[in-house]
């Protein structure tokens, strides 16, 4: 290459030159000395400026403009995005000074090249080797997801990143009604165990009002599930926790058709479980007088009356309530 050369702005010096006039005087323009104009024909090329400077930096000379080392680490890493090396575009981004630019450009990166069909290669690479926080990784998998319409995968990755309220909003929004309408349940307590950590749900916009109410829910009727009709310690906590959930459904956000249906689900649920678990408390049978000094049967309206099911159901179950004191007052 020759040490000068004619351009556009004028004569352009070779980089050797530049390098010999640096020693000579150390505030000599770093910006001049790296640009690809002084190596190569190929001016969209920085692979020898950002390993040139690489080099400078470790012998102290970094008086380069923040703005033209920004510059060099985003042009160089768009080269080697462009060439299939993005792995790479990710270690030379990660050069950055300021964090919050080094993290919206890495994921900026994640977000046009991971998939969401796990690569482990990749990811142990980008973990364990540019020690790149998983966070980021599964952040990015969730916005891809989210693009591609694909909420259980963008629950799953918000997750994983501790994203709590977005998997919260996903799963409420999106999910929650589908898998309880379906019986989908397993899947939706799952997703909805890792956020009722009381360190987490308090962070959590109306949690209160949506997955608290499913989650317990869920828990209660895989209890019930499994309930031991012996176990009268078992049946009478059961029996309390329904009573709560019955006065806190109809406060569970309804936002489409499919939401009142899934309420109407719970509450139908809720009521049978409820009279089930009644019953089973351990007394010779169902007319016998409660402690309070009232019947069975009139215990349970107040519950069943406020939970919001269709008015054909209510009825019906109102209907049963009444024969059933009906009869206990008889006996």
Not at 35 to 48: E, F, V
Not at 172 to 190: C, V
């Amino acid at each position: 290459e020759p040490l000068f050369r004619s351009g556009l702005r004028g004569t352009v010096r070779d980089m050797s030159f530049h390098l010999l006039k640096l020693y000579a005087d150390r505030l000599h323009r770093l910006e001049r000395t790296l640009s690809p104009a002084t190596h190569t024909s190929h001016l969209l090329d920085y692979g020898i400026s950002w390993f040139v400077h690489l080099m400078l930096r470790a012998v102290y000379y970094v008086h380069l403009p923040a703005y033209s080392y920004v510059a060099l680490q985003n042009d160089f890493a768009a080269q080697l995005e462009s060439l299939g090396l993005w792995k790479w575009a990710v270690f030379v981004l990660l050069h950055l000074v300021d964090s919050a630019d080094r993290q919206r450009a890495v994921q900026q990166v994640l977000v046009r090249q991971c998939s969401l069909n796990e690569n482990e290669d990749d990811e142990a690479f980008l973990i364990e080797k540019l020690h790149v926080p998983a966070k980021w990784i599964y952040e990015a998998k969730a916005l891809i997801a989210q693009y591609d319409r694909i909420p259980e995968k963008e629950a799953e990755f918000c997750l994983k990143a501790g994203l709590w309220n977005a998997a919260h909003e996903v799963i409420m929004k999106k999910l929650a009604a589908a898998y309880i309408i379906s019986g989908n349940e397993d899947t939706l307590l799952n997703m909805l165990t890792p956020l009722a950590d009381d360190d987490r749900n308090c962070d959590i916009f109306d949690w209160s009002e949506g997955g608290e109410i499913l989650f317990h829910y869920l828990s209660i009727k895989k209890e019930m599930m499994a309930l031991d009709e012996g176990d009268q310690e078992l049946v009478e906590r059961l029996r309390e926790q329904l009573k709560l959930l019955c006065t806190r459904v109809k406060d569970l956000s309804c936002d489409s058709l499919e939401d009142r249906l899934c309420q109407s689900e719970i509450s139908k649920k809720c009521a049978s479980y409820l009279k089930s678990l009644l019953f089973l408390e351990e007394r010779p049978d169902e007319d016998v007088i409660l402690d309070d000094g009232s019947l069975p049967s009139l215990s349970l309206t107040p519950y069943i009356a406020g939970l919001p099911m269709p008015e054909d159901y209510a009825l019906s179950e109102l209907r049963a309530l009444t024969r059933s004191y009906i009869r206990g007052l008889v006996t």
